[in-house]
């Protein structure tokens, strides 16, 4: 039977990456008690050979988030910041941008005109500066600007802005034989150029929203060009989606922090066996940010609301099972809805 | 400077998996000398951390087409025979079939009419036996057929008709640290239904065709449908952005069969530093089939007449990078095609 274990726990601490981990406590910076105890208690439950929940290595795949969940997504998604950088990068070469929206908003700092522009003006943002290289000269590109550019409220790179405990979770399950990925909403090839140096995660175990790309043999020399072109938005539906494309089995565990990752949470926590589900709430607004459900980036409020109906909701589906009733049909009484972390 | 080593090699031996692989030999079944010499050279190069060759792992990635290069492909595509037995099974809920072509064609054993019916018929075939299930309902439909399909002229399961040597070069190729993985022109559902017991591939190194998924909660429960579209075809000049995507780097080395494994292979071999391309040539009829530039299946026409050349192609580019020619420009003398392997 299916144990759901779904928490929203309060977050904290922005500090750079690269701390050793004690091998006394796998998770030091976690102030959070309760959210530790249970990871710790999922990860011995999975990793116990002798114990019922036990989980073959092959099996233990954890997916994260990677906006608001690994790195911080405030005052803006740090992506919307490269581009907006290219764009002034790009000027010279594009005169006609001085007098177009969204371009002209960049030049002129206007974000609420920017903001006006909608989905239509990021996207034309986005294809201005991430399509027509290949994928190495594009990655050249990101990591260029991640040497250079420097958040605008705490003056560092952009990759010292990972949240410690998250590092410190990444380290954790792979040393307890877990497959680590990034299931982010943001450019799959935007995240490659950097996970595995920022993160140790290698870029076949990034999952993210890609442009097409295109096959051709120029000069003599083979190789892919990406084009101006949606070929998947790996956000909200999308996350389900883009995981089974790219892994091909249901992860045992996710993390997320916005409603953008309610699908990955609600897909993952439902499958069969141990599973473990964990929404991070940025509720620090003094060390880092606070915000949830009137924030216009990274909003939690289905989470915050429905988590625990989610939860409710698939219990009920197996006790039906077990019962052999139809699906739909209410039970009395309900099953609980709290139980104790295994 | 790029080493290409391109290969076309002689064929053989068809056995069943699971031989043990000895440790004075990695490649006992391979009786084609060169070609093995060729391979364990190139393996010794990259893994060799004093060599001005070495490869990291992280970067020592291999990928194999599947139909005739890991697994037999005649005389059809298994999962073409697959679909036709599913035809069969579904029969009873589409009387309409009867009566409607490709279905009747199936139906009657006319592989005639079947050829007549060109793409479109075959799409609507795989459409109909393919989609409209969850991804564990589709794997479990594929392990169910292939624990009691038969090969027509074999007559053993389809996983038995696996290319012994192509298993010990996985195997050995895994020992020296490579991940492999399979870049399929077939559906990489399929494939990933049994490719982790077969060959240890596991299902987020199957790189292949896919029809689109859709997430939904159906009866409370979260889950993913396969629908009637094609997502991705993963063949020809699809196979090296299918890798990218999955991958989001270059290999450094290609195994393949037909010229459905042209721009793979090409792509492969033209990336810096050392590479490995190889081109299994099917001349065996006796103990396998022999067929290459007029088989239905798995013609091998572009790589026998064009390998060479686009190895000379890219060794000029090279060339005339390092004397910073500009691209297209052709090079007097032209540089040595052939070269001692490594």
């Known amino acids: 039977m299916t144990r759901i274990v779904r928490l929203v726990i309060a977050f904290a601490v922005l500090i750079a990456a690269g701390t050793a981990i004690a091998q006394s406590d796998p998770l030091p910076s976690w102030n959070e008690h309760a959210a530790k105890g249970r990871i710790v208690a999922f ?22 988030d990677n906006d608001g969940a690994l790195w911080s997504e405030q005052p803006a998604y740090f992506q919307l910041l490269f581009a907006i950088d290219r764009v002034k990068a790009l ?9 177009t929206q969204p371009f002209k908003a960049v030049f002129e700092g206007d974000m609420k005109a920017l903001a006006a522009s909608g989905e239509k003006g990021l996207l034309q943002l ?3 500066t991430h399509a027509g290289n290949t994928p190495e ?15 605008p409220r705490f003056k560092r790179p952009y990759t010292e ?16 034989g877990f497959k680590t990925y990034i299931v982010s909403g943001g450019g799959i090839e935007f995240v ?4 595995e ?11 993210g929203s890609s442009i097409k790309t295109k096959y051709e043999v120029r000069g003599g020399m083979p190789t892919l060009v990406r084009l101006a072109e949606i070929d998947f938005i790996d956000d909200k539906a999308g996350k389900p989606v883009g995981i089974h494309r790219h892994i091909g089995r249901r992860p ?5 922090n916005s409603d953008g990752d309610f699908q990955m949470l609600e897909w993952v926590t439902a499958g069969p066996g141990a599973r473990f589900g964990l929404i991070l709430h940025h509720d620090d607004a003094e060390r880092e940010y606070g915000y949830d459900r009137k924030s216009h980036i990274g909003r939690l409020e289905r989470g915050l609301d429905e988590g625990a109906a989610a939860r409710l909701d698939h219990r009920q589906h197996e006790t039906r099972l077990a019962h052999g009733l139809p699906a739909g049909q209410p039970l009395t009484p309900p099953p609980r809805v709290e139980r104790p972390s295994s």
């Open 126 to 128: 986005i294809m201005a």
């Open 91 to 99: 000027a010279p070469k594009h005169p006609e941008w001085k007098t």
């Open 137 to 151: 000269e594009f990655q050249a590109t990101v990591k260029g600007w991640l040497a250079t550019a420097r958040h």
């Open 192 to 195: 490659r150029a950097w996970s």
């Open 43 to 64: 990860v011995r439950a999975v990793t116990d050979p002798a114990g019922k929940d036990y989980v073959p290595p092959g099996d233990r795949i954890a997916v994260f």
């Open 252 to 256: 045992i565990a996710a993390f997320g």
């Open 197 to 207: 140096a920022v993160y140790g995660i290698p870029p076949e175990q990034v999952v």
């Open 161 to 176: 802005l990972v949240y410690q405990p998250m590092l410190e979770l990444l380290a954790y399950l792979r040393a307890s």
